[in-house]
């Protein structure tokens, strides 16, 4: 796992590249480098996530794993009036993130190194959305969902994308479980994003 992206420190040499994308009709564009996840393309999960997620139209959201950003950047952009909270334990995707809010301009953005809900303390969100590292495991994945319930507002949402044959019918059973409701957001070529509202 000394490669892995899900790490504080990436040990492989930073090579820095630029990934350009449309997503909804708009394009983005954001610095990407080696040590973290899908640096070369926007993955079809984070893809599926971005064009079906479910913004509130006021208050604050949490972008969990954010990695380079991709996701909290759309949603920053695609409602200026949210305030997006995005963090990683991966420092190099922190910088990168940070790197990536300036590029697009974005003001209503801030950016955390930490694991998890850590960086956050106690504060509370409409909505988290998280394309979550499954190869980390469910050590990494099962708190992502079991302590989602007491960083949401009433009626917050949870929006998690996963690969349907990978630890599907465990995360649908995780979700149940924490919010006594589940729901399927969107699926698509494998991927399916799931929905619990607090």
Not at 61 to 72: A, T
Not at 89 to 106: G, I, M, S, T, Y
Not at 152 to 180: E, H, Y
Request: hydrophobic share 40%; with cysteine; aromatic share 8%.
């Amino acid at each position: 796992m000394s490669n892995h992206y899900f790490v504080k420190r990436p040990k492989s040499k930073m090579d820095l590249g630029i990934l350009r994308t449309y997503f909804r009709g708009r394009l983005f564009e954001f610095v990407t480098a080696s040590g973290v996840f899908s640096r070369t393309r926007i993955d079809p999960g984070t893809r599926l996530l971005i064009e079906f997620m479910i913004l509130p139209e006021r208050g604050s959201l949490l972008d969990v794993g954010c990695g380079y950003g991709p996701v909290g950047i759309t949603a920053a952009t695609f409602n200026p009036n949210l305030e997006v909270v995005m963090t990683d334990v991966n420092e190099r995707a922190v910088w990168l993130a940070k790197e990536n809010a300036k590029r697009n301009a974005l003001q209503n953005v801030e950016v955390k190194q930490g694991l998890l809900y850590e960086p956050i303390g106690d504060m509370k969100f409409e909505a988290i959305l998280s394309n979550p590292p499954i190869t980390a495991g469910m050590k990494v994945v099962e708190p992502l969902i079991t302590q989602a319930p007491k960083h949401l507002v009433k009626d917050g949402l949870l929006q998690v994308v996963f690969r349907s044959k990978i630890g599907g019918k465990r995360l649908t059973n995780l979700m149940n479980r924490a919010f006594g409701n589940v729901d399927i957001l969107a699926r698509k070529g494998g991927y399916r994003i799931l929905l619990s509202k607090s």
